[in-house]
């Protein structure tokens, strides 16, 4: 019997406890100033094998250590801490379906934005479908926002934490302020670099063309999972910087993330995007993706972890 979402159990300080029961210190850094790092790690439901895979567990690990170092905080627990407590509170809730786990190291205690520590975490289940809703869209239409993401040289957005969501907040906000669903950010030299809260692919003559890391993105384990998808399955990829006016002339395009998954672009700025539809490139990876996400791909069982 799996665990009602608003009585749901998650893993907070060590303790596997209910939501309502877990209680942050109003004066800690990370209410204050969101001094955290974070993952959002997906797990499908495989139904023919009765099975929950975490999608590969190991490389949101790695990601969220690079982030604690960056931004210095003292993180006390290992990868196998991680692990044991993501797959003890699944199994609390008994949940038997797809989710997105948020894993979070935050800064507790009174100190401020300067702090090191105490760093504790959190990790709540969280079932998809209940994200937000441009997450749950079959197709976007977006915008190219005037805000610019930010940047290697104010604060990276290689880093997954708390505080550089308020500049996908700003875009997205505008975004949907305007009427669109989301929106592409350019980098400070107004190359392309990302959305809020994903990556960009388009297809350009049938080679697959998505920004370099250095663009000013987010080192994204669905855009890694992407490329290595396509290279197993013949279609060309290209990371490259990207002009903005490359976006209108495209012949796909799609938003990629743990959140997102592969989600396709129908027009951005009111150009049409192809035909205005999913386009062919982007069905197939989005298809490949879940197979390779819920375990179903031989060549990639090395990216599963089973729950139970
Ligand atoms: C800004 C940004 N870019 C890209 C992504 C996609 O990253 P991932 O594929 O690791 O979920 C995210 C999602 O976390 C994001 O917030």
């Known amino acids: 019997m799996k665990t009602y979402v608003a009585n749901r159990f998650i893993w907070y300080k060590g303790e596997i406890?209910?939501?309502n029961d877990a209680k942050i210190n109003i004066l800690a850094p990370t209410a204050q100033f969101g001094l955290n790092v974070f993952e959002g790690i997906p797990c499908?439901?495989?139904?023919?094998?009765?099975?929950?895979?975490?999608?590969?567990?190991n490389d949101h690990y790695d990601r969220l250590i690079r982030s604690a170092k960056l931004i210095q905080i003292n993180c006390p627990y290992t990868k196998e801490d991680f692990k044991k407590s993501l797959v003890d509170v699944i199994r609390a809730n008994e949940y038997d379906e797809n989710l997105s786990v948020r894993q979070t190291l935050f800064v507790d205690g009174f100190g401020s934005w300067g702090s090191e520590e105490p760093v504790d975490m959190f990790v709540s289940p969280i079932p998809k479908g209940k994200i937000s809703s441009e997450y749950n869209k079959k197709g976007l239409n977006c915008c190219v926002t005037s805000w610019r993401r930010i940047s290697d040289i104010t604060l990276s957005p290689r880093i997954k934490c708390g505080a550089n969501y308020i500049n996908s907040r700003v875009g997205q906000r505008e975004a949907l302020r305007n009427g669109y669903d989301t929106c592409i950010f350019l980098n400070e030299i107004g190359k392309v670099s990302e959305g809020p809260g994903s990556c960009l692919f388009m297809v350009v003559n049938g080679t697959l063309v998505t920004p370099m890391l250095t663009d000013s993105v987010l080192e994204s384990i669905t855009r890694d999972t992407i490329i290595k998808i396509a290279k197993t399955i013949g279609i060309p990829v290209e990371e490259r910087t990207i002009d903005r006016t490359e976006l209108y002339t495209c012949e796909e395009a799609f938003l990629c993330g743990s959140a997102m998954e592969v989600t396709p672009i129908l027009s951005i700025d009111k150009y049409i995007i192809g035909s205005g539809e999913a386009g062919k490139i982007t069905t197939k990876l989005h298809k490949a993706y879940l197979d390779a996400a819920k375990g179903k791909n031989e060549k990639f069982m090395n990216w599963v972890t089973p729950i139970y």
């Not at 499908?44 to 567990?57: H, M, S």
């Open 44 to 57: 499908y439901w495989n139904d023919e094998e009765k099975q929950l895979y975490a999608f590969r567990l």
């Open 17 to 19: 406890v209910n939501v």
